[in-house]
């Protein structure tokens, strides 16, 4: 079988996962070759993304690693047989990896919570929004790059405004939706898409006051997309190097108590609506 030459992170993360089975069942990848019928270089492959693997085989695997969650069992075989080119794919040699990564996820999250304290959201973007935030990059983009970003981040709003629109909770702070990225205009126009968002049934949006007290969480950003099953949850966090993907056992349990913290403390959805159409009147 021909090797990948672009490993996705939703791949990557299948092989992580094996990986994490097999290294628990105390097995060495050559003893899980012998148990398999293959060789160890292609369970190497496989645990990097680099090869595919059937139904059949990771059926075969999930067994002989003792995994007795049927459900994570039946998820990790969903992902495997997928075939899905997702309409990211078109941007793939035009735009970094991550952003093509970013929108798999989201495509295939079964929720999403976000927290953003200095900007709206990505998927909350209005195309005027999104095109100030990334005019705005260091070093400078140019003109068709520019536009190669919004396009990409417009086509990412599928995920609310499509056919099947994915369950969103949003927590926004204050500072977001004061801060005018680009010019007055930009910014109402920002915040009344925001207002319309928040009438829909699957959209949640609830907002962080300046003047709450004892708050301590403006280093609490982030995107938590939930997996078939909660063992395949994954947040997105901005790194230095781009995007950083979290799927630990361990990090995805403090980052759900952090988000239940950061929701806890914001204004309810009545209220976060009445919040921000009084800065768009401001404005």
Not at 100 to 108: C, I, K, V, Y
Not at 145 to 153: A, N, P, T
Request: charged residues 25%.
């Amino acid at each position: 079988m021909a090797l990948r030459h672009h490993v996705t992170a939703r791949q990557t993360r299948l092989a992580v996962e094996l990986r994490r089975l097999r290294e628990a069942a105390g097995l060495t990848s050559r003893e899980a070759a012998i148990l398999l019928g293959a060789n160890p270089a292609q369970i190497s492959q496989i645990e990097a993304g680099l090869a595919g693997v059937s139904e059949k085989r990771l059926r075969r695997l999930t067994a002989q690693y003792a995994c007795t969650d049927e459900a994570f069992s039946d998820a990790l075989a969903a992902m495997a047989t997928e075939r899905i080119r997702g309409w990211w794919e078109q941007y793939r040699g035009l735009l970094p990896t991550p952003f093509l990564d970013l929108a798999e996820l989201e495509h295939h999250a079964t929720f999403l919570r976000e927290v953003q304290f200095l900007y709206v959201p990505g998927p909350l973007q209005t195309e005027d929004y999104a095109r100030a935030v990334f005019a705005y990059r260091v070093p400078e983009l140019s003109y068709e790059d520019v536009e190669l970003r919004v396009r990409h981040r417009m086509h990412r709003r599928v995920i609310l405004e499509g056919p099947a629109p994915t369950p969103y909770d949003g927590v926004v702070h204050e500072a977001a939706l004061r801060i005018m990225v680009g010019d007055r205009a930009t910014s109402r126009a920002q915040l009344t898409h925001l207002l319309d968002l928040s009438e829909a049934h699957h959209v949640t949006l609830s907002v962080i006051p300046f003047d709450l007290e004892g708050f301590a969480g403006a280093t609490s950003a982030m995107t938590y997309a939930g997996g078939r099953v909660p063992k395949l949850d994954t947040v997105v966090r901005d790194a230095p190097q781009g995007a950083a993907f979290i799927d630990s056992e361990a990090q995805l349990d403090a980052y759900r108590t952090l988000f239940r913290k950061v929701e806890a403390v914001s204004l309810g959805a009545k209220r976060s609506r009445d919040f921000i159409h009084r800065l768009a009147k401001e404005l």
